[in-house]
């Protein structure tokens, strides 16, 4: 058995150092009750950029910059020393840890921000990084595009963990991709919430025949600072819910068994038995013996894509 904990709590909004601050913290409190696997949201640190569901694509180009320099500012550098507390935490607990972030590229131009999910190991490494393959509408005036190089089953103490951002979990081939090496943790962090995402979790349950992790984004009015620019004019009212979590544990089959936790800041505790998801395949193996290799068959690139190479030259 492995004792699951998922974070649905506001992150320090735009604010990288204070939410890494409070993602080790939280990773304390869920040790001490047990867990094994802790999961934080969709792009937790430092914060989703609700506002692109707010202003008008290409409108307002002042304030739009403002907002996109904040997170820039605020963005993960994985080249750097920025999660080292993170990682510091997992290996002090002996915790595998789940975590949304937002990065900025630092190997090539050095602006591009991505919709970013990190695997870290009960040894306090990273055990992978994986970018959001498509920014979903409004989402790509903030984001690039990510490739498959991170679309990999990882094993962990806690059971093979791989995860998916939010709508890519729309993405039959994304599914498969994860089907097909084993997956027995489905991981989805996410901003969507409500009875249809949930829906959809459990039908992903079902077809993959694996336990399925919906953490969500939870936000409130009054966790939108004070000095956010445009503040008063995107989020005027401090008791409205922004997003309300629907963080979720469903089983093997689709049986949700923790959760919809909706509105309400703090930790979704479950066990889970990894051994559930072998026994549940035996019926149905999408990515096995009900695959018929003879008919269908999935090629996927998991070769890093780049827009440059530099031939005899090692990039810095």
Request: glycine share 10%; charged share 20%; with cysteine.
């Amino acid at each position: 058995m492995t004792k699951l904990a998922i974070v649905q709590t506001a992150p320090v909004f735009l604010d990288k150092v204070s939410t890494i601050d409070l993602a080790v913290t939280k990773i304390e409190e869920a040790a001490r009750e047990g867990a094994e696997l802790v999961v934080f949201t969709e792009a937790f640190i430092p914060g989703y950029p609700a506002w692109v569901w707010r202003l008008r694509p290409g409108g307002d180009w002042d304030l739009s910059e403002a907002l996109h320099q904040r997170l820039l500012d605020n963005a993960v550098n994985l080249d750097s020393n920025d999660l080292d507390p993170l990682y510091q935490a997992a290996k002090k607990h002996g915790v595998t840890v789940v975590c949304g972030i937002e990065e900025r590229d630092h190997r090539l131009s050095r602006a591009t921000l991505y919709n970013s999910v990190i695997v870290i190991g009960a040894d306090g490494k990273l055990l992978n990084h994986h970018r959001k393959l498509m920014p979903t509408n409004p989402e790509r005036m903030v984001w690039g595009f990510g490739d498959a190089s991170g679309m990999n089953v990882v094993e962990t103490p806690a059971g093979r963990i791989g995860t998916l951002l939010c709508w890519e979990n729309f993405m039959p081939l994304a599914r498969y991709t994860l089907y097909a090496q084993g997956v027995e943790i489905y991981v989805a962090p996410t901003y969507d919430s409500g009875d249809n995402w949930i829906g959809s979790l459990q039908h992903i349950a079902r077809e993959g025949c694996c336990w399925v992790v919906g953490c969500g984004n939870l936000m409130q009015g009054h966790d939108i600072p004070d000095d956010l620019p445009g503040r008063d004019q995107l989020y005027p009212d401090q008791d409205e819910w922004i997003n309300p979590g629907d963080s979720v544990v469903i089983a093997p089959g689709g049986e949700i068994v923790a959760g919809p936790m909706r509105q309400q800041p703090g930790i979704l505790y479950h066990d889970i038995d990894p051994a559930k998801v072998g026994i549940a395949r035996r019926a149905f193996d999408v990515a096995g013996h009900y695959s018929r290799p003879d008919i269908f068959q999935l090629h996927v690139n998991t070769q890093p894509q780049s827009s440059v190479h530099f031939d005899g030259q090692e990039q810095k």
